[in-house]
């Protein structure tokens, strides 16, 4: 596999940052972390939820943090007292400590999050502020009008 050095490119380059932060991301030789399997789906117009497969995991096990662009779910098993005294002959789940990141786009906020049957749920929904709306421009001085935009909540 090829490597390419992008580096020249950044000199010339003002406010491209997260641009070239994902191109780094997508030309890194790094394989994707696979643990733990999730899904994404959209709920809504604007409107999504991410299911992540966490069988074994506490609510107090678990951390969500939202970061600009960034979301990031983190678990951590805490080892119990009666845990270490038992002997497992097979141990087929896993319960390893994870991180996993998700980019998020512009205008996305995490609205809640819920543990329920093993798989953790954190809705999200797409709220694009007034200012960044498109707005139609009046020809020969009448008042610009704002197009309305349909914008529905995640429940």
Known sequence: MR???????YRSTVGFDRLFNLLDQATSAETAPT?????????????YRISIAV????????A?????NTLTVRGEKQVSETAEKREVLHQGIAAR????RFQLADY???????????????DLVRE???????????I???????????VSKAA
């Open 97 to 100: 400590a994870f991180e996993r």
């Open 3 to 9: 490597h390419f050095d992008l580096s020249p490119l």
């Open 108 to 122: 996305v906020q995490v609205t809640g999050a819920s543990l329920e049957n093993g798989l953790l749920h954190i």
């Open 140 to 150: 020969g001085g009448k008042p610009a009008k704002v197009l309305e935009a349909k």
């Open 35 to 47: 643990y733990p399997p999730y899904n994404i789906e959209r709920t809504a117009e604007n409107a």
């Open 128 to 138: 694009i502020p007034e200012a960044k709306k498109p707005r139609q421009i009046a």
């Open 55 to 62: 069988a074994g995991f506490s609510e107090s096990d678990l």
């Open 64 to 68: 969500i943090e939202s970061k600009e």
